[in-house]
């Protein structure tokens, strides 16, 4: 009994990779700000960040380069590669922040969640 539950448990991890197509499920600044790069396994053809209730910027997209601004962080992909490059500006505000990237893969949206400390 012990076994199939371990069995089960790691087949369930297992499949909620693929579903994320290898991106993280979180990135994290620190209160400087920076650069990162979130790479996937699949391409990504729509990039946005919102606040996950209901207010979103979406990406303008220029010769298939993908860039979208939500008040501290950036987010640029271009059309077809899995490589998303963040930007974070840095945090003044002495309270941590947080952000949402989206991105369609595959017919299937996958979200990344974007903190930065204070």
Not at 9 to 37: H, I, M, P, Q, T
Not at 79 to 94: F, Q, R, S
Request: hydrophobic share 40%; glycine share 8%; proline share 1%.
């Amino acid at each position: 009994m012990i076994i199939a539950a371990l069995v089960l448990s790691a087949f369930a991890l297992n499949s909620c990779e693929e579903d994320r197509w290898g991106y993280d499920n979180k990135v994290v600044f620190s209160a400087a700000g920076g650069e990162e790069d979130v790479d996937g396994e699949a391409s990504i053809y729509t990039l946005s960040i919102g606040t996950y209730n209901g207010d979103e910027k979406a990406a303008i997209e220029i010769a298939d380069v993908m860039t979208v601004t939500y008040d501290w962080l950036t987010a640029t992909a271009v059309k077809g590669d899995n490589e998303i490059h963040l930007i974070a500006l840095p945090n003044k505000t002495g309270k941590n922040r947080k952000l949402y990237v989206y991105g369609m893969v595959d017919n299937r949206s996958v979200d990344i969640t974007v903190i930065q400390k204070k």
